[in-house]
């Protein structure tokens, strides 16, 4: 195991590796600019007679600057000559995006106030069009659905690798893309999510070879890896592996605020003027500065800071990983649960604390840890509860996660909490065959539709999506024909919580396209 020095004190990055005559200082220089907020600054003495109606906080409410502070409403501007535009951008906005498409390896990019989920909506709608294959693993996050049904593509699905004993899916071998592309030759692209909520992640280079052969461009989604490029011992990124666009969201581990995010393009292979057509179109013509301002701090941060600050951030997640194996009845994956298909690398920030063998779900651990410690994880399943560490947590915070860990195993020990999770697992269904494609997602929601009985629905052609957890691969797709074997499914309607995307949670009914 890698150990890093001086986890147990806050980071406090130093800069002794430039000299005077070092060629890279220029552009060291260059990133310690933040243009949109130099922009912000220069405005403050500014007579504002235009939106936003708080006047720059002088007429906001008293509990509201109290509670989010003058200097957000100075901030909180809008598109008046000398802020520049997002939507054509030639001031600051445009000097910061370039001095992100510079930092993070990319030829273009733009700042997506929207989150990573416009993004991925303007990748796609960039390259497809109503009719075009578009290959993406069945297990999508919901914006790839949004983005399959705004273009009106016909989805090809790869399926992701599994883990049987973790109970989530892995990321897709490079081998099962490549042979998806045999069978779909005429793809126009591969929209791929790399890493996994889970950080696994895989070698890209080869799948992007393969498709450049024959024109397909490959679109990432790389919401949970924007600090990849700043530290050697982290996967890969997707824009030097080979990506023509790249998504990613600038709130997950480096320093943006929530829904700001970052579309970036590299190579001759997608249309920059379509490109460009499409971000207007999706994006609002009132973007908030304050998100943009986040994304181009978080962008120096990470170009001047980013070694040192994950460097503790891994000595962080390091001590937490190594300390919980130590503990009796919980396992937090690492290296070892690497070299297999869908799982060539692991961002060590992501911790996966999966408590299986203590007998309760992942929901009973993370409740308990909120209730009793006030511990907030990032997400939890049936055997896991995920933890991101990030530079901005400090060696108390592991200590009292690792204090509360133990008090888990007690509880559980001293039947506290129940252990349910033996009746979970026996309604939980093998990952399911690939249902017919009928419509498509487009077509499929357009469409007049009806609520029938599950066990009626058998035939039917499914108006929305059906996942269940685990393994998190989608039952149905819009556009699927309903088969016996579906239906057989429905004991997974004991398992609420396991249950996303239907209107009926309970399974009892789905909805159908009328007529078909």
Not at 444 to 458: G, T
Request: charged share 20%; proline share 7%.
């Amino acid at each position: 195991m890698n150990t890093y020095p001086g986890f147990l004190q806050n980071p406090v990055p130093t800069d002794k590796t430039q000299s005077p005559k070092d060629p890279a200082l220029s552009e060291r220089k260059a990133q310690d600019r933040v243009p949109i907020l130099e922009a912000l600054q220069s405005y403050r003495g500014v007579t504002r007679f235009h939106m936003p109606g708080h006047r720059g906080g002088a007429g906001a409410d008293s509990l509201a600057i109290s509670f989010l502070g003058k200097e957000t409403f100075l901030n909180d501007v809008t598109g008046v000559p000398g802020m520049d535009d997002l939507h054509e951008p030639q001031g600051c906005i445009l000097e910061a995006q370039t001095l992100a498409a510079q930092a993070f390896g990319a030829d273009k990019t733009y700042f997506s106030v929207n989150g990573t989920s416009s993004a991925i909506h303007a990748m796609a709608l960039s390259v497809v069009n109503e009719g075009d294959t578009l290959i993406i693993p069945r297990n999508i996050h919901k914006s790839v659905l949004s983005a399959v049904i705004l273009s009106g593509a016909k989805p090809a699905f790869v399926m992701p690798s599994y883990d049987s004993f973790l109970g989530f899916a892995l990321g897709v071998d490079a081998k099962t893309v490549e042979a998806c592309v045999e069978l779909n030759p005429y793809a126009k692209a591969t929209l791929l999510i790399n890493p996994t909520y889970y950080g696994t992640s895989v070698d890209l280079t080869s799948v992007a070879s393969a498709l450049h052969k024959r024109n397909m461009a490959l679109l990432v989604d790389e919401a949970h890896g924007p600090h990849f490029r700043f530290h050697p011992l982290l996967p890969i990124p997707a824009l030097e592996s080979g990506a023509d666009a790249v998504a990613q969201g600038g709130q997950k581990l480096i320093g943006a605020f929530t829904q700001a995010s970052y579309l970036h393009l590299k190579g001759n292979l997608i249309d920059r003027a379509r490109m460009k057509a499409t971000f207007q179109y999706l994006t609002t013509t009132s973007p908030s500065y304050l998100l943009m301002a986040s994304l181009d701090l978080a962008r120096r941060q990470m170009a001047l800071q980013g070694r040192e600050l994950l460097e503790y951030a891994l000595g962080l997640s390091d001590a937490l990983r190594e300390s919980v194996n130590e503990i009796p009845g919980l396992y937090a994956f690492g290296e070892e649960a690497l070299g297999r298909p869908g799982a060539d690398w692991l961002d060590p920030t992501k911790v996966t604390i999966t408590v299986r063998e203590l007998g309760i779900t992942g929901f009973q651990a993370e409740a308990y840890l909120r209730s009793r410690f006030d511990i907030q994880v990032e997400l939890s399943d049936l055997y896991n509860v995920l933890v991101i560490v990030s530079f901005g947590n400090k060696a108390e915070d592991i200590s009292k996660l690792l204090g509360a860990l133990r008090a888990l195993t007690d509880a559980v020990a001293a039947g506290e909490l129940p252990k349910n999770l033996l009746r979970a697992q026996q309604y939980i269904p093998d990952i399911p065959r690939l249902p017919e494609l009928a419509l498509s997602p487009r077509k499929a929601v357009e469409r007049p539709w009806e609520r029938v009985p599950l066990l009626e629905s058998v035939g039917r052609v499914s108006a929305e999506v059906v996942t269940c957890y685990p393994p998190g691969i989608p039952i149905l797709f819009p556009g699927e024909i309903i088969g016996k074997d579906t239906v057989s499914l429905d004991v997974v309607k004991r398992l609420a919580f396991g249950i996303s995307g239907p209107e009926d949670r309970t399974l009892k009914t789905v909805r159908v396209v009328r007529g078909l």
